[in-house]
């Protein structure tokens, strides 16, 4: 007879982690990663000695006590690393210089401009010590080019928007190349002469994109351009575009398998280009299915994969690698044992553990993640994972199903610690990739076309009777949970289909289509056009507005029954607080009850861990008061109290 395992402590799941991020200097002398100082995640550095054993203690050279620190990198000189950060979830990333020779020096500002957002920070191939980076510090709606002279700190606008709808980018020397797009949803590439004269190389049709078409990337020789692309075929595949002639060249594809693009995109991780530290050139493309695969495009590279594939029967994650290409970080995914980071050298075949993230989880406590199919009402495939709890019969469970958000994003096999604590509590966890998620080929992604709350929803509530007629859930204890899109479908399925789930949980959700799409902040609006815009409606036209108002919940909170948990950023810039207050206030005056958090110091999900454990918490405590599941008595927490409170 089997017994469901220990309960699993809030605080160390959503804690954070002891390490995280690690990548190797170009010298491939020290390696850099993410650890917490002050109940915060900030940049540490380490030496590394030639048997790759380390040399002294790590040291913090980052000071964030107000937010955690997610994005950082090496540069060209070992005198200087770099960081990004915004303020309290408002996504006006900044860049920040740490001066390594110099620990106590203070981090320097290298955009100080109020307001600003910057984006796409990259390294002059060829230009020692520079960086380009886009900045909308002229004018919020549009991004300038920028060169900074990391060193100096001097900050050069060395290509100027023309409007909206328009991006720049560096490809060689001073050649500057837009990528404009037009009203009508085609992306035209073009060269930006130092006059400001723009012309035209290729027109794209990317209504097939509704996030852009990823990645986008100078080939090293500055000649191309890698992107990703669906013309003649279903699944996105790579291909160069040449900036002379606009000669469009196949360069990777899979039979089966989508480029592992617009997930990244979203998460805004690496590329799916597996790239050379020096040269730039390229190493490996990766696709994914159920699980990963990575083709590989360079001898070396592929004996080097071969050896780090070794080392894990997860998927390999993150990577860098020293200028030579013979020292090497990685990280696995995995979905008990997450994100544990190796570093290896091929010149001598060692390797050893830097670290696991989350020591003190076991992974054998972890339930595992189960690719399966469901098969919608229309025949439809749903690529689907399904986790169960441990040590319980799988059987008439409470479930929750979780949904994505985006809607163009999908869930992937990996470790979560929101499923691992719902699993840990006795919950059946159901993820379903419904029509709209990317990866799966632009067929699925455009079946969603005019299908919020139908096609779209249909496709859950078809997976909630399919986990029913396995057997898997009880029918009376279903909820539904998810954030940004996830959270408008949770506030869908209480509001359309009050009959088919018992409770929902809505982060940052979008209740009023209309309102959300007119509150976009300015950085977002120009990229509307084949995403919002096509797949929802305009605003500004009062048939679509209606129709858009007919698919929001904010127009059905009468016919919500169940109980509600609602928590919002306050500063979120995508999903504004108004479109969770305007729920809450509705529905507690027509009698449902509601429980609702704002965090004062986060935006468009949350960041600062003792935010992430008390909402969590409260999902615990909301859950097995309605569906029912176990629930932990945990001793109060060591981590800072959170800025957000319950109403």
Request: proline share 6%; charged share 20%.
């Amino acid at each position: 007879m089997t017994t469901a395992p220990d309960l699993i402590a809030i605080d160390d799941l959503f804690g954070p982690p002891a390490a995280v991020g690690a990548r190797i200097s170009p010298q491939g002398n020290r390696i850099a990663f993410l650890a917490p100082w002050r109940n915060r995640l900030n940049v540490w550095v380490q030496d590394i000695a030639p048997d790759l054993s380390a040399v002294g203690d790590a040291r913090c050279v980052s000071a964030d006590e107000t937010r955690s620190v997610m994005n950082f990198q090496w540069t060209d000189d070992p005198r200087w690393l770099l960081y990004l950060q915004d303020s309290g979830g408002d996504e006006n990333h900044h860049v920040f210089r740490v001066d390594l020779d110099d620990p106590r020096s203070p981090a320097v500002d290298l955009t100080p401009f109020p307001g600003a957002r910057a984006i796409e920070l990259l390294p002059v191939r060829g230009s020692a010590g520079s960086y380009t980076v886009m900045l909308n510090a002229r004018n919020p709606a549009e991004f300038d080019l920028h060169r900074i002279d990391i060193a100096t700190g001097e900050i050069t606008m060395i290509g100027r928007s023309a409007g909206t709808d328009r991006l720049l980018m560096l490809a060689e020397g001073d050649t500057v190349v837009e990528q404009e797009m037009t009203d009508d949803g085609n992306l035209v590439l073009s060269r930006v002469a130092p006059s400001g004269t723009r012309n035209p190389i290729v027109s794209i049709d990317a209504t097939d994109y509704p996030i852009g078409i990823t990645p986008t990337q100078m080939t090293p020789d500055g000649t191309g351009l890698w992107m990703g692309s669906t013309r003649g075929r279903d699944l996105t595949h790579l291909v160069r575009v040449d900036l002379d002639t606009g000669e469009e060249t196949v360069v990777d594809s899979h039979p089966t398998l989508e480029l592992d693009a617009a997930r990244r995109a979203v998460e805004q991780t690496s590329s799916p280009l597996i790239c050379d530290a020096e040269t730039g050139g390229l190493l490996g493309v990766r696709y994914l299915g159920e699980r990963q695969e990575i083709r590989v495009l360079d001898e070396r590279f592929g004996e080097v994969l071969a050896a780090l594939e070794l080392l894990s029967d997860g998927d390999v994650g993150e990577l860098s690698s020293d200028r030579s290409g013979l020292r090497w970080t990685v990280s696995f995914v995995h979905d008990r044992d997450p994100a544990v980071t190796y570093l290896y050298d091929h010149t001598t075949g060692a390797s050893r553990q830097l670290f696991r993230p989350y020591p003190h989880l076991e992974p054998t406590a972890m339930a595992p993640m189960e690719p399966v199919t469901i098969e919608a009402r229309d025949g439809r495939a749903l690529p689907s994972f399904l986790t169960l709890p441990l040590g319980v019969d799988p059987t008439a469970l409470p479930m929750v199903l979780f949904v994505h958000g985006g809607p163009w994003y999908r869930d992937s096999w990996g470790f979560d610690p929101a499923v691992q604590m719902l699993a840990n509590r006795g919950y059946a966890v159901l993820q379903v990739n419904f029509r709209g998620s990317t990866g799966y080929g632009k067929a699925h992604t455009n079946a969603a076309v005019g299908e919020l709350a139908g096609a779209m929803h249909d496709d859950l509530v078809d997976a909630v009777e399919w986990a029913v007629q396995q057997g898997y859930a009880d029918r009376e204890r279903v909820a539904i949970m998810g954030g940004s899109y996830g959270g408008y479908a949770a506030l869908v399925g209480a509001t359309f289909t009050p009959d088919v789930f018992t409770a929902a949980v809505d982060l940052v959700g979008i209740s009023d289509l209309a309102n959300f799409m007119r509150t976009q902040p300015s950085f977002l609006r120009a990229s509307l056009v084949n995403n919002w815009y096509r797949f929802v409606g305009d605003p500004s036209d009062p048939e679509q507005e209606a129709d858009m108002l007919a698919r929001s919940p904010i127009s059905r909170l009468d016919a919500s029954t169940a109980p509600l948990l609602i928590a919002q950023g306050a500063n979120d810039p995508r999903v504004t607080r108004a479109e969770s207050d305007n729920v809450v206030a509705t529905l507690r005056s027509c009698g449902v009850h509601v429980d609702y958090l704002v965090f004062d110091d986060e935006g468009h999900g949350f960041v600062n861990p003792e935010n992430t454990i008390a909402f969590y918490r409260e999902v615990e405590r909301f859950l097995a008061q309605h569906l029912g599941g176990r629930e932990h008595s945990a001793s109060p927490s060591s981590v800072h109290a959170p800025s957000g409170s319950l109403s």
